[in-house]
Every structure is written in C-alpha cells, then in structure tokens.
C-alpha cells in the first residue's frame, strides 16, 4: 500500500527576539543576550514575539487542564503559561518555588470604603517569598541558569532582594544584593540573610544604590536582575494571565497597582497587549498606577502634560531628589521603566494618581480588617481607588482588581506601631504623626480571668 506523506505545512511558530523598547532605535538582538541594556543606544530592552498559529481557545483549554498536572512547570503560576513567555529552549532547567498561583480575593468591606459595589484583589502576597517579584524572578533566574551565569545582581527596596535570594539559592547560584540602609523593612531584610545572599546596605537611597549597581554591572560583569531585565518582565507578565483565567476571561474596567520603579506596570501592559493579539482578551482593560505623594515622579510627570497641555511622552520625567514614604517598596525617586510605563498607560487609556501617608495607613488597615492584610504599598491601590471614585474617574459599578504586590509580614514594624498609634512620617526633618484611625491596639491585663471577663463584656458592647 502506498505510504500517504502529509502535505500539511509546518505550523507556523512563534519566533523571539531582544528588542530595543526605543522607537527610534528597534535594533534586534539574539534571545540570548545578556546586555543589560541596548548596546546600540542605551535603552530599555524587551523580549519580543512574532507569534505564531495559537488559538486561543485551545491555549484556554490546555491551561486548565495543567492544572491537574503534576509536572513541576504545571504547578507553577507563571510556567502553567509558557505559551505566552516562550523565550526558553525545551531542554532549559526551570528554577521554580510554585509562584504565582496566588488568589483573587473578594473583599466587600473594602469595596465599601472606596464606595464601590464590587471590589476584587488579586493577591500576590501568597507568592514564596510573599510578593509579586516571584512571578518575574522565576523566569529571570531560569534565563541566568540558561545563560550559565553564575553571579546574579539586584538593587532593591526589598522584595526584590528577598526573591532574588531565594530564588538564586535555590538555583544553586551567588546573589548580590544593595539596598539602602535602614530604609528596608525588616521581614525583606530578614529573608535575604536567610536565603544566604550577600546583603550589602549602602549609606544612600534607592537611587543611589541603582548607580552603584550600574557600574559593577559594567566593571565586575555579574547579572543584572533588576526590572529593567526583559525576563523578568516577562514572568510577571503572567499575573494578568492567571488573573484573566480567575475571571473567566471577562476583561474587568480596571487593573489598579502601586508604581514603583514601574516594572510591574509595564508587565501588565506587555501581557494585555499580547493577550489581545492573541484574541484571548476582547476588550482592554485600563490601568491605573498609584504613588506615593513624596514619592510620585510619574504623577508629577503626568500633571505637567496637562497644565502644558502636551502629550506625556512629549516630556522627560524629573526624578524626584529625595523621595520620601513610609511605603518603602516604592520609595524610588527615578524609576527606571518610565517611558514603558507611559507607553502602557496610554495603550490602556489608563491614569495615575497620587496618595498620602494617612491614607496609605487608611486603606491598609481597611484591607487588614477584610481578612486580607498586605504591605503598605500594597495598599496604596485601594487608597487610589477611592481617591479615583470620588473624581469619578472610576464609576461605582465598575468591575475593579487591585493587586496587592506583598504580604502583610513583610513589614510589621509599620503595623505595630499604627496600632499602637506611633506610627509617624518625617516632613523636612519634622515628625508628622499618621492617625491609627482604625487602630487595634494590644490590651494589657494582669493574669486574672476576672479581668479578661470585663474585657470580652467591654468588647461585645
Ligand atoms: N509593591 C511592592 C510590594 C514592591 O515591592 C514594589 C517594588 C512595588 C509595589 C512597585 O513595583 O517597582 O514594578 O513599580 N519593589 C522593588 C523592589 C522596587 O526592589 O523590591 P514596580
């Protein structure tokens, strides 16, 4: 009998690159490069995809039934997607904790205080070492063990260095960390001592520690795993994928996040633009990126447009000298992912906006009373919710996810002293006290059930 040959042509495939994000640049760069920026002009890189014949409803259905793998890569949130981060061979080893994963949360009271009828979080704080950066160092470190790098680099207000050590021990490779001395809250700094990083703390801030690091980048060529690295960008990317997924594939209005540095906007914009390539999404949702008001280049930056009536990427954004915010996660006066962050603010039609101390505290303290709980800058999203539905810039009935990028463990210096109503902010070297509005302070009692009594009498009333 003859032998029938298929005539089908090959699928078409994805094919991936390194690109300059500049536009007047766009040189191209093998996938395997390891130039922290483009060699050509200094620009950010990204990881770029022409995609190939992906369907999305197969893609839909073939996630879904990962979940009842076993196969390390199907236990892990972000590698369960790889189809959207193809960037490594099949044969790469994956250097995974089982990240992502992290649920999307329900939280009426919450959605209450920002008088909105339906409020969701979408909780990053249930990562390995409790904060979005699992999802983004994941990929990075992968990338690194790929490119038998041995020596891998962060500058961090935190949570970066924690994920970085974790996830570098657990890749059998030697983490660096900066960070700025006495300005990281003690459960980060804790972490990357326990994880075995080499932990220096540099008498500057975070901007000055990010300098030092560029150098030692250049002159002592260790691997940069800061945002600025496409790989990483391209692990948290896959937040919004998970978060999709969870809400069966309905686009909400918003996605709201805090803005640090403004990796993780990016991210999220990256994957809502690839996803709506790939016909997974049917409609965009808008981003809304919240700052510190003593931390807020981006806001600022914003604010300028308008009163100059210009296009925000008409203008250069002016770092903010000293930045100051008892949010430390995203207290960064210069961050580097601006012109990203622009770019995906605008292809979402997407806002930023700027809150206070108080109302970092506020909103904090509302989450934590939802069951919930989360670190400070995390809570700056619900703090910007409200802010953005008394201008009505988000509507009541709006469908809103606001991601909280880390636990409430990470910093209970903050927590504590809130409750205790000592938690305090300091204005050009004056001491501005933060009201414990919705304080729960620790009650003394001598060890005596009578007097336990009164106090569960005193509390029910
Ligand atoms: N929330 C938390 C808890 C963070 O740790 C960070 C950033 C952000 C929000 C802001 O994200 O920088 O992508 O805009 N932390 C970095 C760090 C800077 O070093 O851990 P971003």
């Known amino acids: 009998m003859k032998k029938t040959v298929s005539r089908r042509p090959a699928a078409n495939k994805t094919t991936v690159s390194l690109r300059c994000f500049e536009e007047k640049c766009r040189a191209r760069y093998p996938i395997t490069d ?26 839909k259905q073939r996630w879904r039934t990962r979940k009842m793998s076993t196969d390390p890569r199907d236990l892990s949130g972000v590698w369960r997607f790889r189809e959207m981060i193809p960037f490594l061979p099949p044969e790469a080893r994956i250097v995974t904790l089982r990240e992502g ?16 009828d339906r409020l969701r979080f979408k909780h990053q704080g249930f990562n390995p070492t409790g904060s979005f950066k699992d999802n983004g160092m994941t990929t990075g470190i992968s990338q690194a063990v790929a490119l038998g790098r041995k020596v891998v680099a962060c500058v961090s207000t935190g949570n970066t260095s924690a994920s970085l050590a974790a996830y570098a021990a657990t890749g059998g490779l030697q983490a660096v960390i900066l960070i700025p001395a006495g300005q990281v809250a003690t459960g ?23 300098k030092l690091l560029s150098r030692l980048v ?15 960008v391209e692990g948290q990317k896959t937040i919004i994928v998970e978060m999709m997924e969870q809400l069966e594939w309905q686009a909400p209005d918003w996605i709201v996040l805090p803005g ?7 991210a999220f914009g990256k994957a809502l633009r690839e996803m709506r390539q790939l016909k997974l999404l049917d409609r965009m949702p808008r981003l809304a990126v919240i700052q510190a008001e003593g931390a807020a280049p981006l806001y600022q930056l914003f604010q300028r447009a308008a009163a100059e009536k210009k296009a925000p990427q008409e203008l250069s954004l002016c770092p903010v000298e000293n930045p100051t915010t008892l949010a430390t996660a995203i207290k960064i006066g210069a961050p580097v992912s601006w012109k990203k962050t622009l770019q995906e603010i605008e292809a ?4 930023c906006e700027k809150v206070s101390e108080q109302e970092i505290a506020d909103a904090k303290a509302v ?7 989360c670190e400070p800058a995390s809570a700056a999203t619900l703090a910007g919710i409200r802010k953005l539905v008394a201008s009505n810039v988000i509507r009541k009935n709006d469908q809103v996810v606001a991601v909280l990028t880390g636990n409430l463990m990470k910093d209970p210096d903050y927590v504590l002293a809130y409750h205790q109503g000592t938690l305090a902010f300091s204005v050009a070297g004056k001491q501005r006290p933060i009201e414990s509005r919705f304080g729960n302070p620790p009650v003394s009692v001598p060890a005596d059930v009578e007097s336990i009594k009164r106090l569960l009498v005193a509390g029910s009333k």
């Open 348 to 351: 979402t039609r997407g806002v």
């Open 260 to 266: 640090g540095n403004l990796g993780n906007c990016s």
């Open 101 to 116: 994963n992290t649920p999307l949360l329900d939280a009426p009271r919450s959605a209450a205080y920002a008088d909105m």
């Open 34 to 59: 390891a130039k922290p920026f483009c060699p050509a002009c200094g620009g950010l890189l990204e990881v770029h995809y022409e995609w190939g014949d992906l369907d999305p409803e197969a893609l």
């Open 188 to 210: 980060k700094l804790a972490q990357a001592l326990e994880y075995g990083a080499l932990t220096i703390q540099v008498e500057t801030n975070f901007d000055g520690t990010w």
């Open 218 to 232: 250049e002159e002592a060529g260790v691997y940069l795993l800061n945002s600025v690295n496409p790989f990483r």
């Open 367 to 373: 989450i934590g009373r939802s069951g919930i709980g």
